[in-house]
């Protein structure tokens, strides 16, 4: 598998693991990305920011997630709580679950924790719903460290998600 940047052409892609993703969550009773974010005009903003990512088997996309150095204005009430300073932010991140490629969530977060620490970044900042066992698990696979409650703006709703850092 090839972790590269994502492309205009993966669009299409990419909206095929939104939909997958949308209807996992929905049959775990999750109530995220249930109604229009992320949508492929989401994913097109991310590419066209040059920081969305991909897993690429064969010309196939399996993975996605929109990876940024910057300010999350989210996570600032947490900005006493956080270890590092010298960070990465991972959103909108999916993967394929069809079982295509056995552990594929494991060893599409170990690309991205080695793509942060090949970029110099010492911390990963990332959320995810309270009720996203899957996702809270793999975090915490990782070690990843829960910060606190921040509210995110899902199609205009405010929603409370869990924070977490990593630091390498």
Known sequence: MIFRKASLEDIESIGHLIEMARKSLRDDGIDQWQKTNPNEDIIREQIE???AYVFDKEGKVLAYAYVFDGVDPCYN???G???SDSYLVIH???VDNRGVVPKLGTKFMEALVD???KSGKKA????THEDNFR????LHKFSFEEI???QIDEDGVPKDRICYEKVL
């Open 49 to 51: 920011k040059d920081d």
């Open 77 to 79: 009430i947490h900005e």
């Open 81 to 83: 709580k956080f270890k």
């Open 92 to 94: 909108t991140l999916m």
């Open 115 to 117: 793509f942060t620490e």
């Open 124 to 127: 990963i900042r990332i959320d």
């Open 135 to 138: 996702m809270r698990g793999l």
């Open 148 to 150: 606190g409650i921040v």
